[in-house]
């Protein structure tokens, strides 16, 4: 079944795929198709195939099909063939200039091929932003095609303009289709990745929902203490029941009732009075991916005894939401007493009695959160990539802060659900299983009415609801319904102050009128009543945990691990729930803007602002020209040596050379490989074509070709291309061939066009959706260009040729062989060192960040000094703290602050997948088990990375406290001696890649000791305040601390462990430890000698400091022009990019 799964996942690359997503990659392989099958009418027409030659309109092919597959956004789409075009006349003016000067003696233009392509190379890996490399690189095709290939036979200019054109007709094929299929922005996609978001998000957490209901039944141990325990038991498996296909009448002893909506593992259930059945394993799991209806709500209602008027006294809309919506018609003894205790004492048994099986339920849940986890990150990176395009449409400049708010927001809450998972892979134990059972009905209601704010806010900026103003059937004005509500700024002052008035009978009347029309202000006072749902749960669960809380018996040394666990778990819940207020303001707001612009299309909304700003730019150069030079000798005359700064030639000279030096010489190895091998073989193909006619001579052309397109920096990215590249020639061969055979069977120009085109808008149109749902987008392009070489020449002749595609192929196979020939001899560049360098490094990034957050936050300041608490988070390239943060910071500026460097260290886990994946061609299949060494690393470094997300989230939801403050005096010692021995671990990591294999030596990892220690601390002060109940919950959030410190602690050790394994690394046991709290003075000593140590290294590097930085830079920038089509990285090197030129301003390093 596994293998039959995988099978068909590969041959049908859509199953099971979002509606959304199918309907996206449909029209743009149609967009993509329609365009190549247009560019053929230079071949089908007699008009333009005697104006250009055959392979003119190859080119023309080939270019459109590089500018398409590049992106999606019709704004960018035209400027990337624009920066095609001009790619293409830069090589068409170095091609004349050398035709000119090398007319007679053809072998001296290799000098000037050499030049051209290692400068203009180096230039573009370098980062430009006019010309990217893998759109700029295409100037090396009608260079060779001009000079080697279709040499012209006299100096005239015409072959060379003509060749221009080929690079003016998709910019008019583009622009036409789009227009005519109505192409998206970059805007438009943006809003659809925030809907995927959201509903990403929702299925998130009830998932989670499902995950926490299951792992309660398991612990629990019968019999009850109360009908209210028995009544919550029964809510909540009649609910898992109702979520399966039919009542227990209608399966047999032993079947498996099916998933019906969203549980997603199926469980054996027994008729009444049988032996219970084990719960199944996870063949018969099936999708639970339907977002019809939301499953977060308890089904059942409460009945209670007279014994229990104390616990049966719960609020009127929790019990609202507990009414059983479920009959089973045939199960009539579970209303009795001891027939409820029996049925669901079997079904805990059919739960647990085979505990694997109980592992697989838990293990399936567990491996779809990460699932979930994963498409919400990648929807977040595709949502900032989206919106640095979006900003460019400068039409749209009203929405852009919008969009910025809502991409913070949504960054935010992926950081808190993260958080939330933690806390869902231990098992449960029976004290805190009762303490759950009696709050998960408040938690069910907390989960479904923020599961249903989620769907409402998908549906509002859906467009799914109509404002007021545009709808006609209503009288009412959207302004006169929200006026006691700032709908800007929904904070919990604003939204007390104008509830009353919302629930007031003039509002409801009004709101009773909008429910009717589906109305976007309905659907906002649905929200609203939502928020106001939360709030009252939130407090009868701190009543409900106040009213259980038992001094004497909480917060002990032995149960302290699980208490800490399960105050995280709520504090999360609580206060994910309460933060979606401004997100559901912003959305809004923002469905009012987009309702506003629907009225107007974008595409002649874009054409008149472009021709608007061109016509302002032109009627107004001089006015602007005189105002800057009089603000500019205004200037000078105030501010002389600032506006006009004197350097002497010496001082001019070395900024130049600084420049240049930088663009030509920072992947040099790379630009001498390129350079080498086209202009090499450039003049090897035309010495053997004009002295030699064997026809394995004839095409060669192809392999040089080959060569420039599949050329790339590293070994893997070679190897990935390379692939890529055969695979696509030899399909595109294939059906090729087999065009030009079916379209050659008629001698009728009419049909031999028709089967023509359709043939080609066929392949096309399946190659782009089968290659984009694989997330293999270049192999479309390779695949299109075998087809259209094979296809296209047999064409004008009516002849199709078996041997051309044969050859065809061959060429292709020695252009690979080339690439991996000059690649290999060369100084070869791997992706899988680059890759373990970089999780060398990533420890110490995010240590850094840990230390920026432990030290304004847990740290006192009365014992620890600002200079001392400095040293741990220095400015370097390595942590993306800006230098010039003030001495004191307000709480908005370290979260700002803190926020940006956790985004900044996510952006980072794309680039090493991307490494990873790249790594597979270089260690497959002879270093196999050093692939899953980096795989494993990477995926702990990765959890790592989430621990330290829950532990800023709950430490910055416990600000400011007053107990933080005073358990801060406590562990202020123990803190600086982690963070110490932190900074030790990782610096050791750092100095692996500059060390010889027999010579790594580092010492022994005493994280784990400490964190115990402040966790022992930590746990006695909430032991000692544990009768303080006005401060209850205030202590439930420092325990939490505890859970997500040790977690973060635990997976730094794991982090270890396989560094050392990984790397070879000998451990060095430790004589005398600063783990013990009477060797303080030799900590103060190392302490001491640690920051002389920072302040003699923030001398040495201030040198170095700009060109490491900008090596690092050029490793991302060259990762990026790699993937060509990958489009994770644009906002990564941006980000970057501002960090670098403040560090370049003002920064210097530590160690």
Known sequence: ????????????????????????????????????????????????????????????????????????SFYILIKNQFRVLLAIFIGLVVGFVSFQITFNHVWTSVFITLVFVYISSAIMVTGSNVLPYNLGKVMYLPYFNLVYFNRPDDRSII???????????????????????????????????????????????????????????????????????????????????????????????????????????????????????????????????????????????????????????????????????????????????????????????????????????????????????????????????????????????DMFGYFNEISYLLETNHKKLLTINMAFFENITVEKSRTLLVILPFLNTLINQTSRIFRIMHKQIGLKYKPVDITPEIEISGNELFTTIDMENIIEYNLTKGIDYLKSTESLQRFKDLKKHKTLEYSQYKILMCFDYIERTIKDINNQLEEIYDPETSFGIENIDEETRVNFLVSAFKKFSKDQKILSSTVFMLSFKLWGKSKESQHITMFKSIFKKWYIWVTTWNKRRKERNELYRIDYNEFPHIIHPHYTLKEKAQKLWGLVSFRLFSKWVYSLQLALGVSIFSIVYYELKIHESFILFRNLAWAVITYCLVSAPSIGAIAYFSILRITGAVFGSILGYTAAVIYSTTNNDVARAFIFAASTFLCSFFGSIYTRAQMFEKLVLFFILSFVIIAFLAYPNNSPSIITSLFRMMHILVGVGLVYIISITVSPYYDHRQLKNNLYLFPFKVSQSFNFLICNTLLDPTIVPLETRQVFYQPSKYNYIQQHLPNEMNQKMFRSTMNKQLNLLRYQIPIQRVLLYYSRYELFPLRKKKYYQLRRLLFTETKMFHALLSLEFIIVSALPKKHLNEISKVIS?????????????????????????GERFITENQTKVICNEIARDIGEYIYKNRYDRESLNLLRYCSAIIFCLISFVDLFDLVFDKVVAISHTSVYKRTESLNKKDDISKFDEALESLENEHKESIQEEENNIISDFEIQKDFDVSLRDNLGDNREFEEIIQEQNEVGNEIQKLGTPIQ
């Open 159 to 397: 072959p060379f303009l003509k060749f221009l054109l080929t690079g003016v007709s998709p910019i008019i094929l583009v622009i036409v289709v789009g227009l005519i299929f109505r192409m998206d922005f970059s805007s438009n996609y943006y809003i659809q990745c925030c809907r995927q978001n959201l509903k990403t998000s929702r299925k998130l957490i009830c998932t989670i929902e499902r995950e926490l209901e299951i792992k309660t039944l398991e612990s629990i141990n019968y019999p009850l203490d109360s009908s209210y325990q028995r009544n919550i038991v029964k809510s909540i498996t009649n609910r898992i029941e109702a979520d399966y296909n039919g009542s227990l009448k209608d399966h047999s002893q032993g079947s498996p009732l099916k998933l019906r909506k969203k549980l997603g593992v199926p469980i054996y259930l027994k008729p009444r009075k049988q032996e219970p059945i084990h719960l199944s394993p996870l063949s018969d799991v099936v999708n639970h991916d339907r977002d019809d209806e939301s499953t977060c709500s308890m089904m059942s209602e409460f009945t209670t005894t007279s014994k229990d008027k104390k616990i049966s006294n719960q609020p009127e809309y929790v019990k609202e939401n507990v009414k059983d919506s479920t009959k089973f018609k045939n199960n009539g003894s579970l209303e009795g007493g001891e027939d409820i205790v029996n049925h669901y004492y079997n079904f805990k048994k059919s739960l647990l009695k085979n505990p694997k099986h109980q592992n697989d339920t838990h293990n399936y849940f567990k491996i779809s959160l990460e699932k979930l986890n994963v498409e919400n990150s990648r929807n977040l990176n595709q949502m900032e990539k989206y919106l640095l395009e979006a900003k460019k449409e400068f039409w749209n400049k």
């Open 973 to 997: 010692l123990n803190l600086l001696r982690l963070m110490s021995e932190i900074d030790n671990v990782t610096k050791g990591f750092m100095n692996i890649p500059d060390t010889e294999k």
């Open 1 to 72: 079944m596994k293998y039959i799964k995988l099978l068909k996942n590969y041959l049908f690359p859509l199953w099971n795929k979002p509606v959304s997503e199918i309907k996206r990659n449909v029209y743009f392989s149609l967009f993509f198709s329609a365009n190549i099958t247009l560019s053929i009418l230079f071949l089908v027409i007699d008009v333009f195939r005697n104006f250009f030659t055959i392979y003119f309109a190859v080119f023309n092919t080939l270019f459109l099909g590089v500018s398409i597959i590049n992106s999606e």
